[in-house]
């Protein structure tokens, strides 16, 4: 889905958060399409919380503002903006049956029984737990309840669907589970959801686009495989998936290749036919798993090292490859064999396609 | 080993110690129940004769019954008003942004640190002159000044423990926040509240200190009834008040503990 064709039902424009002298949120402005799955992914502190909050009409933004469906709706009451939320702990009501909570927005909206009965039928139906509706919130376990809780963010058709970590409470099996099911909600209700995680992976498994945050600001927004495979700086590179960093000075260029001098005073060559002068500084980035041994008389450009370290992971194994004076890299490598691989200490040239080398 | 035996000692003589505290504590207040069935004219111990004379005479006397009423009256007024200052006190000592809270708390639960002997010679000035000595209104705010701090101490604890995203997900949903106090957060503190408004209840049906000095002589409560009564002809009816005291202290316990058992359902593992 590309976000720019259709129209934003959701619109950040400058949107400021202060906390005394705290800057939680900076500046930030994020359009979101009708019907997005975006995820507001970040590190706890980087103001992640606190744009749903506004959004939701919890926090009052200290400057910008939010427009939903082209209406602004800073000054909106929480209870009058008609967007659903989905909070970590759940916050279902605990003196109340699981069909009470549900039936809590329909009563507030005033909804005549007959339809509040076929709703929660609806909502219940869509979360797999018809039959629990006598049951009070704590006789039921934390995944249930994390589904009425979606039940009950639903059942008034809010155009809008906040999500604040809300798998964060659950163990990983259950965790993985809910996160294909909240997918397959999102597919089958075609509803805007914005969902808030620090977990990398459930961002890359479950969002349209996902918006990096850090320290108050987006660094990055695009969707997963953008975001993974073309990290716009070393944060976002960092923060999703497991990346080499290498950073230093070029000391000079032919071509094809760049005579490079890294931090720890080595100096590597680099295959790279950018445009760059010597004496610039540069970092590059590449992902462990888009690198590979070739044999020791490879004449192209190419890393040379010493295995320091193998790390058995099952499926993989993980070398930390010695490549300079100090400077370690980490190269994955598939378990294609049984007893394959190779061994610490054992000299290994490294390779990679070229695209794989980013620039950051 | 021989840590092992000094435990065991430690045991004997905690056991010996609770049991002695017990017998000096308990026993004297369940004695008054076999001497209220005396039928003597005194009170005496163990009781002489079986009767029912003393409690027939405790629901049928106008010297008793007018007290009782007045007491029972007095307690209700008082825990009404208690509750309602207490639970909106302990509201903006919580939830308020108010300048020095820590300190407006413990003003709050001043009354229950200061001797009462002190308030009732504190309240007795004032009242003198306000004209509300002997009157029900004057008694109901004497007791509301012990009471509320009872509630305060009991509400604020719920609501430090209360989860506040439970109202933040009641306004999400569409609830003012009057209807979210309504239907979310009072729901939730009721237990604290109910256990608050039985102390409340207890204190003022038997404090004896105020309502001495704040009676007047025209009506009487019941702890006042059993007072005079003791000074003046100890007969078993005092025995009677005590036994109907007890029971009905028995009967709250038992209550309280099935409404704080019915609030917290069993929790299922996942």
């Given at each position: 889905?590309?976000?720019?064709?259709?129209?934003?039902?959701?619109?950040?424009?400058?949107?400021?958060?202060?906390?005394?002298?705290?800057?939680?949120?900076?500046?930030?402005?994020?359009?979101?399409?009708?019907?997005?799955?975006?995820?507001?992914?970040?590190?706890?502190?980087?103001?992640?919380?606190?744009?749903?909050?506004?959004?939701?009409?919890?926090?009052?933004?200290?400057?910008?503002?939010?427009?939903?469906q082209?209406?602004?709706?800073?000054?909106?009451?929480?209870?009058?903006?008609n967007i659903g939320?989905?909070?970590?702990?759940?916050?279902?009501?605990?003196?109340?049956?699981?069909?009470?909570?549900i039936?809590?927005p329909l009563?507030?909206r005033?909804f005549?029984?007959?339809e509040i009965?076929e709703r929660i039928?609806n909502a219940?139906?869509l979360?797999?737990?018809?039959?629990?509706?006598?049951?009070?919130?704590?006789?039921?376990?934390?995944?249930?309840?994390?589904?009425?809780?979606l039940a009950r963010a639903l059942v008034f058709d809010p155009p809008l669907l906040?999500?604040?970590?809300?798998?964060?409470?659950?163990?990983?099996?259950?965790?993985?589970?809910?996160?294909?099911?909240?997918?397959?909600i999102?597919?089958q209700l075609n509803r805007t959801?914005?969902?808030?995680?620090?977990?990398?992976?459930?961002?890359?498994?479950?969002?349209?686009?996902?918006?990096?945050?850090?320290?108050?600001?987006?660094?990055?927004?695009?969707?997963?495989?953008?975001?993974?495979?073309?990290?716009?700086?070393?944060?976002?590179?960092?923060?999703?998936?497991?990346?080499?960093?290498?950073?230093?000075?070029?000391?000079?260029?032919?071509?094809?290749?760049?005579?490079?001098?890294?931090?720890?005073?080595?100096?590597?060559?680099?295959?790279?036919?950018?445009?760059?002068?010597?004496?610039?500084?540069?970092?590059?980035?590449?992902?462990?798993?888009?690198?590979?041994?070739?044999?020791?008389?490879?004449?192209?450009?190419?890393?040379?090292?010493?295995?320091?370290?193998?790390?058995?992971?099952?499926?993989?194994?993980?070398?930390?490859?010695?490549?300079?004076?100090?400077?370690?890299?980490?190269?994955?490598?598939?378990?294609?064999?049984?007893?394959?691989?190779?061994?610490?200490?054992?000299?290994?040239?490294?390779?990679?396609?070229?695209?794989?080398?980013?620039?950051? | 080993?021989?840590?092992?035996?000094?435990?065991?000692?430690?045991?004997?003589?905690?056991?010996?110690?609770?049991?002695?505290?017990?017998?000096?504590?308990?026993?004297?207040?369940?004695?008054?129940?076999?001497?209220?069935?005396?039928?003597?004219?005194?009170?005496?111990?163990?009781?002489?004769?079986?009767?029912?004379?003393?409690?027939?005479?405790?629901?049928?006397?106008?010297?008793?019954?007018?007290?009782?009423?007045?007491?029972?009256?007095?307690?209700?007024?008082?825990?009404?008003?208690?509750?309602?200052?207490?639970?909106?006190?302990?509201?903006?000592?919580?939830?308020?942004?108010?300048?020095?809270?820590?300190?407006?708390?413990?003003?709050?639960?001043?009354?229950?640190?200061?001797?009462?002997?002190?308030?009732?010679?504190?309240?007795?000035?004032?009242?003198?002159?306000?004209?509300?000595?002997?009157?029900?209104?004057?008694?109901?705010?004497?007791?509301?000044?012990?009471?509320?701090?009872?509630?305060?101490?009991?509400?604020?604890?719920?609501?430090?423990?209360?989860?506040?995203?439970?109202?933040?997900?009641?306004?999400?949903l569409g609830?003012?926040?009057?209807?979210?106090?309504?239907?979310?957060?009072?729901?939730?503190?009721?237990?604290?509240?109910?256990?608050?408004?039985?102390?409340?209840?207890?204190?003022?049906?038997?404090?004896?200190?105020?309502?001495?000095?704040?009676?007047?002589?025209?009506?009487?409560?019941?702890?006042?009834?059993?007072?005079?009564?003791?000074?003046?002809?100890?007969?078993?009816?005092?025995?009677?008040?005590?036994?109907?005291?007890?029971?009905?202290?028995?009967?709250?316990?038992?209550?309280?503990?099935?409404?704080?058992?019915?609030?917290?359902?069993?929790?299922?593992?996942?």
């Amino acid at each position: 889905m590309s976000p720019s064709t259709k129209k934003p039902i959701l619109q950040l424009k400058d949107l400021t958060k202060h906390f005394g002298n705290v800057v939680a949120v900076d500046a930030v402005s994020l359009d979101i399409a009708d019907g997005e799955f975006l995820t507001l992914l970040g590190p706890s502190g980087s103001g992640k919380t606190t744009i749903l909050n506004m959004i939701a009409g919890f926090e009052f933004p200290t400057s910008g503002e939010v427009i939903l469906q082209g209406e602004p709706i800073n000054l909106l009451l929480p209870e009058r903006r008609n967007i659903g939320m989905v909070f970590q702990n759940y916050a279902l009501f605990p003196h109340m049956n699981i069909f009470d909570n549900i039936a809590f927005p329909l009563r507030m909206r005033k909804f005549q029984k007959g339809e509040i009965g076929e709703r929660i039928d609806n909502a219940l139906e869509l979360v797999q737990l018809q039959g629990y509706e006598d049951r009070k919130p704590q006789q039921l376990s934390g995944g249930q309840q994390q589904r009425v809780a979606l039940a009950r963010a639903l059942v008034f058709d809010p155009p809008l669907l906040l999500l604040d970590e809300p798998l964060g409470a659950l163990d990983k099996k259950l965790r993985e589970h809910m996160q294909i099911e909240l997918k397959h909600i999102h597919t089958q209700l075609n509803r805007t959801m914005v969902y808030v995680t620090h977990d990398q992976e459930e961002a890359l498994v479950m969002s349209n686009r996902i918006a990096v945050m850090n320290r108050g600001k987006i660094e990055q927004v695009g969707s997963p495989d953008e975001l993974y495979e073309k990290p716009a700086n070393e944060f976002v590179a960092g923060f999703i998936g497991e990346s080499n960093i290498i950073k230093g000075q070029v000391s000079h260029k032919t071509n094809d290749r760049l005579t490079f001098q890294i931090d720890d005073g080595s100096e590597l060559q680099l295959p790279w036919d950018g445009d760059v002068k010597p004496g610039e500084e540069m970092s590059f980035c590449i992902r462990p798993e888009k690198m590979f041994f070739v044999d020791v008389d490879y004449s192209e450009p190419c890393l040379s090292g010493v295995i320091e370290e193998v790390i058995y992971v099952g499926e993989t194994k993980r070398y930390k490859i010695r490549i300079g004076r100090r400077k370690t890299i980490n190269v994955r490598e598939m378990s294609l064999r049984i007893g394959g691989g190779r061994t610490q200490g054992e000299e290994v040239k490294i390779a990679w396609h070229k695209e794989s080398l980013r620039r950051i | 080993m021989r840590n092992q035996k000094r435990m065991e000692y430690g045991k004997i003589l905690i056991g010996i110690f609770a049991g002695t505290v017990f017998v000096f504590l308990v026993v004297p207040t369940i004695l008054s129940v076999p001497m209220s069935f005396s039928d003597t004219n005194y009170l005496v111990f163990p009781p002489k004769g079986l009767t029912l004379k003393w409690h027939h005479k405790f629901f049928t006397d106008q010297k008793w019954i007018t007290p009782t009423l007045f007491s029972l009256k007095l307690a209700s007024i008082t825990t009404a008003v208690s509750l309602i200052i207490g639970t909106m006190g302990s509201l903006a000592m919580v939830r308020g942004i108010l300048p020095g809270k820590r300190i407006l708390h413990l003003f709050f639960l001043s009354p229950m640190m200061t001797p009462l002997i002190v308030t009732a010679f504190a309240v007795y000035g004032l009242f003198a002159k306000l004209h509300l000595i002997g009157t029900l209104p004057g008694l109901v705010l004497a007791h509301t000044v012990i009471c509320v701090p009872y509630v305060i101490l009991v509400v604020t604890a719920n609501l430090y423990r209360f989860d506040l995203s439970m109202e933040l997900a009641a306004r999400n949903l569409g609830a003012s926040a009057f209807k979210t106090f309504m239907h979310v957060t009072l729901p939730i503190i009721k237990p604290g509240i109910i256990a608050a408004g039985i102390f409340c209840f207890i204190e003022s049906l038997d404090e004896l200190v105020l309502v001495l000095f704040l009676m007047g002589t025209t009506k009487m409560t019941l702890p006042l009834r059993m007072f005079s009564n003791i000074q003046f002809r100890i007969n078993p009816t005092v025995a009677a008040a005590s036994t109907v005291f007890i029971v009905a202290a028995i009967g709250t316990i038992i209550a309280l503990s099935f409404i704080t058992k019915a609030e917290k359902p069993r929790k299922v593992e996942e």
